[in-house]
């Protein structure tokens, strides 16, 4: 959606690597806005978009307009039941039929081979991955590393939003997911006791207003009662007003060790 940072210009580097040509999009989609959402305020730099992906060897690049993607008596929706309902579906109602439809047109239009996502929006990646296995898309959907400031935080368009004590504040989510993983690595194996220390970690943080943080399936994203598999670490808080996500995948190897990747 624009407001380029050293995590989208990482994707258009990982598509480099797979792919030529290389399509990137900028689009503000305002089907995955709610009504009380920042849509009118979300950062629109364009022009240093358009150069910073030039510079970082995009081939083409699509802009279409909101006119262009819904024209005059659109009415057709992409929902992923169940999947979508949850935490940021829930927290956010129709942002992941917004999400799905958006990404499908975007797919139909583009024709792509791979599609290249960050992992810091790994519930999107999931709806995305189910919609495109129901729906028998040839796309192959490529998730990518969350890449963070020095600091921690995980790259944000909205990050833009924070001042320096909010910037501050923000990094408890890092800290937090930190701290869960010293607990695993330390033995701890108990989903109720890492979801009490994850939690107590943020809301210590004055400025951080929780949402939810959960431990939940990779694929389905339903809450674990054992760690097991492969399974996510999800957080979502409010920071100075600015809303924030994180998460950690938490693997499981031999004789039940697991790693934890921030």
């Known amino acids: 959606m624009g407001a ?7 994707l258009v580097r990982e598509a480099k690597n797979r792919c030529s040509p290389v399509v990137a999009s900028v689009f503000v989609n305002p089907a995955q806005f709610g009504p009380a959402e920042d849509l009118s305020k979300y950062p629109r730099p364009f022009e240093a978009d358009r150069a910073a992906l030039e510079a970082a060897g995009v081939d083409y690049l699509f802009v279409p307009s909101v006119a262009e993607m819904y024209p005059k008596g659109f009415s057709t929706s992409v929902s992923v039941e169940g999947l979508g309902d949850r935490l940021e579906g829930r927290s956010r109602p129709n942002h992941f039929r917004g999400v799905a439809t958006v990404v ?15 992992r810091k929006d790994a519930q999107q990646q999931a709806v995305i991955r189910r919609m495109a296995r129901d729906l028998n898309l040839t796309v192959e959907i490529v998730t990518c590393p969350i890449i963070r400031g020095p600091d921690g935080l995980a790259l944000s368009s909205r990050n833009a939003y924070l001042n320096r004590d909010a910037r501050r504040a923000a990094t408890v989510l890092h800290r ?10 330390g033995g701890e194996r108990d989903i109720a006791r890492l979801l009490v220390a994850l939690r107590a970690s943020i809301v210590a943080e004055a400025a951080a207003i929780l949402d939810y943080a959960e431990i939940v399936d ?4 339903e809450p674990v009662v054992n760690l097991r598999g492969a399974c996510y670490a999800v957080l979502a808080a409010k920071i100075d007003g600015t809303r924030l996500i994180d998460n950690a995948l938490i693997e499981e190897g031999a004789a039940n060790t697991f790693t934890v990747t921030l």
């Open 4 to 10: 380029i940072h050293e995590g989208h210009l990482s």
């Open 104 to 118: 499908l047109k975007l797919f139909e239009i583009v024709q792509p081979s791979f599609a290249f996502f960050g």
């Open 176 to 185: 937090a997911l930190q701290a869960l993983r010293e607990q695993i690595q």
């Open 218 to 221: 990779a694929d389905s994203f």
